[in-house]
C-alpha cells in the first residue's frame, strides 16, 4: 500500500503493508482526504501536542520521532470486513467515519497516533460502530469536509447564539470559515467576518457572512449596529440600569418592580453582547478580545493556541466576559453535519481550492502557508496531480 509517511518532520512516500481490520472494524479504500491544520502543526511541534494531549488524558499521542501515516478527515468505499462485524454495508458503498479505532483494548485516533495509522494513504481501519453511509448527493469532495465541518457545528451549538444576537467570527481560515458556514446554516442573521487576508474575506463571504472587514481598516465591533439589548460599555450599563429604575419604581399595580426585572431576565430581555468566534489560535487573540469586545460577550475558543498566554481577568470580570473553550464533537454532531451538507442546508465546495496525490502531499503543506490561495486542499491517492 501507497501511503506518506512523517518522521521527523519529512515527508515520504512509502510502500507500506497493507492495513488488516481487527475485531469490529472495516478496511476503506481511501477516495479523498483532508489536510487538517493539525497536520500541518503536527509535521514539526508533535511532541508539544503529545505532551499536551497526555495532560488531558490521552498518552499515545504522535511523537516526532515516530513513523506516522498522518490524515483523520476521509472518506472511502467499503473493501473488507474484519471479524465481528454487522456488514452492514456492501462492498464498495462510500462511507465516513469518525477518525477513533480500537487497538487492543484502548481507543487510539487515526491519524494522529503511530498506531492508527490515517488516511494519507490508499486504505486506512476505521471503527465500524463509527461509520456513516455517505449520501447519494454528496460527492467525494464534500464529504471528506464532514470531520472538520463537525468541529464547526460543535463550536456553533456549544455557543447558544440567541435570537437577536450577533456572531463575530475572528480569524477566516478553514475553520472560521467552517463556523461562518455553521452560523449561517442554525439561522444567524447577523455573522461579521474579521480576517487580514482579502482572499480569506472573499471566501467569508462566500459561505454565509452578511459583514467581512479588514482588521486593519475597521474593527468588528464597529461594522454592525448594535442589538436592543447590547451595550458598549460600563457607562452604558451603570446609565441604563438608572433609567429602568427610575421607570419600573413608577409603574403602578400589584407587581413589585423586582418581578419584573426577572421575568425580563427570563425572556432574555437583559443586555447581552454578540458572540465572538476566536479562530485564529495565536497568542494574545483572546486578550484582545476581551479587551475590544462589547460587555457581555461570550468568547468562544475554536482556534488551538500551543504557546503560553495571558489575560487580565479582572477586566473580562468587569465586562462580564463568558468564556468557552470548545474541541473536537460527538457522533450526534458528525451525523448532523453529513446530513446537512447533503440535503443542501451547508455548502462546503468552495472551501475545497486544491486536489494532489500522494506525490503531492509535501508540495500541498507548502502551499496551504499562502492564505490568499487556499483553504482545504484534499488528496486523492489516486491522482498523480504533484501541484494543487
Request: with cysteine.
Amino acid at each position: 500500500m501507497k501511503a506518506v509517511v512523517v518522521n521527523e518532520g519529512r515527508l515520504t512516500v512509502e510502500e507500506l503493508p497493507a492495513p488488516s481490520p481487527a475485531r469490529g472494524q472495516v478496511l476503506l479504500n481511501v477516495t479523498r482526504t483532508g489536510i487538517c491544520g493539525s497536520d500541518l502543526h503536527a509535521r514539526h511541534h508533535a511532541d508539544l501536542v503529545a505532551d499536551l494531549a497526555a495532560k488531558a488524558g490521552y498518552p499515545d499521542c504522535m511523537r516526532t520521532d515516530q513513523r506516522v501515516v498522518m490524515g483523520h478527515e476521509f472518506v472511502g468505499t467499503v473493501a473488507e470486513y474484519g471479524p465481528g462485524c454487522r456488514k452492514r454495508w456492501p462492498v464498495g458503498t462510500r462511507v465516513v467515519s469518525l477518525p477513533t479505532v480500537k487497538v487492543g483494548n484502548e481507543p487510539q485516533l487515526v491519524g494522529l497516533s503511530e498506531r492508527a495509522p490515517g488516511s494519507y494513504a490508499e486504505q486506512v481501519v476505521v471503527q465500524e460502530a463509527m461509520t456513516m453511509p455517505v449520501p447519494d448527493k454528496l460527492s467525494d469532495e464534500e464529504a471528506a469536509l464532514t470531520e472538520p465541518m463537525a468541529v464547526a457545528w460543535h463550536a456553533v451549538r456549544r455557543a447558544d447564539v440567541g435570537r437577536g444576537q450577533t456572531a463575530v467570527v475572528i480569524g477566516c481560515g478553514p475553520i472560521g470559515l467552517a463556523v461562518i458556514a455553521m452560523l449561517r446554516a442554525s439561522g444567524v442573521k447577523n455573522i461579521v467576518a474579521s480576517d487580514f487576508s482579502p482572499g480569506r474575506r472573499a471566501l467569508a463571504e462566500k459561505m454565509g457572512a452578511h459583514v467581512v472587514v479588514d482588521p486593519r481598516v475597521q474593527q468588528p465591533w464597529e461594522a454592525y449596529k448594535p442589538g436592543r439589548n447590547e451595550l458598549r460599555s460600563v457607562s452604558d450599563m451603570l446609565t441604563l440600569g438608572v433609567e429602568t429604575m427610575k421607570k419600573l419604581t413608577l409603574v403602578p399595580g400589584p407587581v413589585p418592580w423586582w418581578h419584573v426585572f426577572r421575568l425580563a431576565e427570563r425572556l432574555h430581555e437583559v443586555p447581552e453582547g454578540p458572540v465572538v468566534f476566536e479562530c485564529v489560535g495565536i497568542p494574545g487573540m483572546i486578550d484582545q478580545i476581551i479587551t475590544a469586545a462589547p460587555l457581555r460577550s461570550r468568547v468562544v475558543v475554536v482556534g488551538v493556541c500551543m504557546e503560553p498566554d495571558t489575560i487580565m481577568p479582572a477586566l473580562a470580570g468587569n465586562k462580564e466576559i463568558d468564556l468557552r473553550f470548545v474541541f473536537g464533537y460527538d457522533p450526534g454532531e458528525f451525523h448532523d453535519t453529513l446530513h446537512m451538507m447533503a440535503s443542501g442546508k451547508v455548502d462546503v465546495r468552495p472551501l475545497v481550492t486544491g486536489t494532489v496525490g500522494l506525490d503531492g502531499v509535501e508540495n500541498a503543506f507548502d502551499a496551504l502557508g499562502d492564505p490568499e490561495v487556499h483553504a482545504k486542499i484534499l488528496i486523492d491517492p489516486s491522482s498523480g496531480a504533484t501541484a494543487p
